[in-house]
């Protein structure tokens, strides 16, 4: 397949297309796909599974999977819309289309072109010749792409979204991408990075979203780690029914009151032949996954030793990353 990377008018379409109507369900199409035909061939890609949005995400970076899966994990985030198009033209807010949301206060987000050129960054916008019908080629911007746009609930019930902008490292907002670190700096490259990412928190802050530039580092590996093998088994489907997963769940919970490794639970099950490895060891991620199991996610979590007990909690830790703008 013809690779569709790039700025070129059948991608413009093809991103046009898909985000037409951006809705919170099923139904949703990020603008890039994490495929070898449209990911950045510089970075990794990724595609999950999460349970909570019954649909593929696609990330386009190993600190985006992060992030996402740090984001995944919050019992409060409803929706995500990743590698959604920050539109030229104005449009509807994000949560237009959500369900059950209040309306009245949604502000619509004016497009890419009306905030670069309040801020005098209108030259920063790419741009790409189209030929339309008749025969005549005109000129249009390209929209840009972002990253992770969530939906949270608050405890009332309201729901409100957060940008993220992600990068590997939080200088990298500072460096065009792929620079190596030591490499001389462009300094005219490194000013329209920093006002590109102006323009981006402007262009959701008109709306009332609030934009956070997120970046690998400030996210502690320990928690990375524990948060992508939970993920692996977060959504599996086990066979038991509601009474045969409260045992193996409340045999867990003593083990995990009394410093008996999750192991020894699963082969007590397992050589009774009662359960399974299998069911055993899904049900014990998807309890931490679910809270029900508050382990330490700062320090390894090993299924051959005893679980440590939360001594920070991970929402807690990474609280103003979910918190929209005041």
């Known amino acids: 397949m013809a690779s569709k990377k790039g700025i070129s008018a059948q991608r413009l379409k093809t991103i046009y297309r898909r985000q037409l109507e951006c809705m919170w369900d099923s139904t949703y199409t990020p603008s890039i796909l994490a495929t070898p035909q449209e990911a950045p061939s510089k970075s990794r890609a990724f595609i999950l599974e999460p349970q909570k949005l019954a649909r593929e995400v696609h990330v386009l970076s190993t600190p985006?999977?992060?992030?996402?899966?740090?984001?995944?994990?919050?019992?409060?985030v409803v929706g995500l819309q990743e590698q959604r198009m920050l539109?030229?033209?104005?449009?509807?807010?994000?949560?237009?289309?959500?369900?059950n949301v209040d309306r009245i206060n949604l502000q619509p987000i004016r497009g890419l072109v009306e905030v670069a050129e309040e801020m005098g960054y209108l030259h920063l916008l790419p741009r790409v010749k189209v030929r339309m019908p008749g025969n005549e080629v005109i000129t249009t911007v390209f929209p840009w792409i972002g990253d992770l746009l969530w939906a949270i609930k608050d405890k009332s019930g309201r729901v409100y979204c957060i940008n993220w902008s992600v990068k590997s490292d939080y200088q990298d907002f500072k460096r065009p991408p792929f620079r190596k670190p030591k490499q001389p700096a462009d300094n005219n490259e490194n000013s329209k990075l920093l006002e590109r990412h102006e323009i981006e928190q402007q262009y959701y802050k008109g709306a009332g979203i609030r934009t956070l530039f997120i970046s690998d580092?400030?996210?502690?590996?320990?928690?990375?780690?524990?948060?992508?093998?939970?993920?692996?088994?977060?959504?599996?489907?086990?066979?038991?029914?509601?009474?045969?997963?409260?045992?193996?769940?409340?045999r867990f919970k003593i083990a995990f009151d009394t410093g008996v490794p999750p192991s020894h639970v699963i082969t007590s099950f397992v050589e009774r032949k009662?359960?399974?490895?299998?069911?055993?060891?899904?049900l014990f991620y998807q309890a931490i996954w679910a809270r029900k199991l508050r382990v330490d996610l700062f320090k390894p979590v090993l299924i051959d030793l005893p679980m440590k007990p939360e001594s920070r909690d991970v929402l807690d830790i990474y609280e103003d990353w979910f918190k929209e703008l005041p």
Not at 87 to 99: G, R, V, Y
Not at 274 to 282: A, L, P, S
């Open 87 to 99: 539109s030229p033209e104005t449009i509807a807010h994000p949560l237009w289309n959500m369900p």
């Open 64 to 76: 985006e999977r992060n992030a996402a899966l740090l984001g995944l994990y919050h019992p409060d």
């Open 274 to 282: 009662k359960y399974t490895e299998h069911e055993c060891r899904d």
């Open 217 to 250: 580092d400030k996210i502690d590996q320990h928690v990375v780690a524990n948060l992508r093998q939970i993920f692996l088994h977060h959504s599996r489907p086990v066979n038991l029914t509601d009474h045969q997963k409260n045992e193996i769940l409340n």
